[in-house]
């Protein structure tokens, strides 16, 4: 019998490292307007609130309230990236084998982002071919970010499911939050862009092979 009936999985920093990729699209657009550019290091505390927000980070804190200077970065970001979204990203180890043990067990899956819509859905579909997600959602206009819940009431709903049959997997304080409004239990991973603290509500797993059997 399955613990769980599907399993939400966060997508940068849970599934695929794409920490390089991003960094390096948002370093393109930060040269272009003659900015500092940022480490990987820098990047890991910035993403997992969308890009639009990570490229105002990502600029000096003088210029993060000018608007149209965060609309033009992030229009050369999105253009860099884009053509560049899978260069570095790949998924972490174990984690393609353990998807299709989840599958193949009766587990529904599904993938919940604050990537845009349309790099999340290339990224799952290039480095997780052949699993049959029940719902693969990003960024998208009209939509609220994490750590809203709606995301997760949307995989519900898509899926057919209870809140006490789910599941949220995830590397930030932003998962664990979601995965609290919205009502399913929480599992942080720990070689994510984060570093999270177990508590009574969330279990922290440090390989693939941790998260299988706290989900199965």
């Given amino acids: 019998m399955i613990r769980y009936k599907v399993v ?6 849970t599934l695929i490292d794409s920490l390089e990729d991003l960094g390096e699209a948002v370093n393109y657009a930060m ?23 990570l490229v105002m980070q990502a600029l000096p804190a003088a210029l993060q309230a000018d608007d149209a200077l965060v609309d033009e970065c992030l229009a050369a970001f999105k253009g860099y990236y884009v053509a560049h979204i899978d260069v570095h990203t790949y998924p972490y180890p174990g984690m393609v084998e353990l998807l299709g043990k989840l599958h193949r067990s009766g587990v529904r899956l599904a993938v919940a ?35 809203d819940p709606e995301i997760v009431g949307e995989v519900l709903r898509k ?45 922290l797993v440090h390989t693939a092979e941790e998260l299988e059997k706290a989900l199965l």
Avoid: C
């Fill in 31 to 53: 040269g272009l307007k003659g900015f500092p550019t940022h480490s990987l290091d820098e990047y890991r505390q910035m993403v997992g609130h969308g890009v639009r927000n």
């Fill in 113 to 147: 982002s604050n990537k845009f819509q349309s790099g999340t859905e290339h990224l799952v579909a290039k480095l997780f071919p052949g699993i049959p997600f029940v719902a693969i959602l990003g960024n998208r206009e009209g939509y609220p970010l994490k750590p």
């Fill in 159 to 203: 899926a057919g499911v209870s809140q006490a049959d789910a599941v949220m997997v995830g590397d930030s304080g932003t998962d664990m939050k979601t995965a609290e409004n919205g009502g399913v239990r929480g599992i942080a991973v720990s070689w994510g862009y984060r570093v999270l603290q177990p508590t009574a509500t969330i279990t």
């Fill in 8 to 13: 939400i999985f966060d997508l940068d920093g």
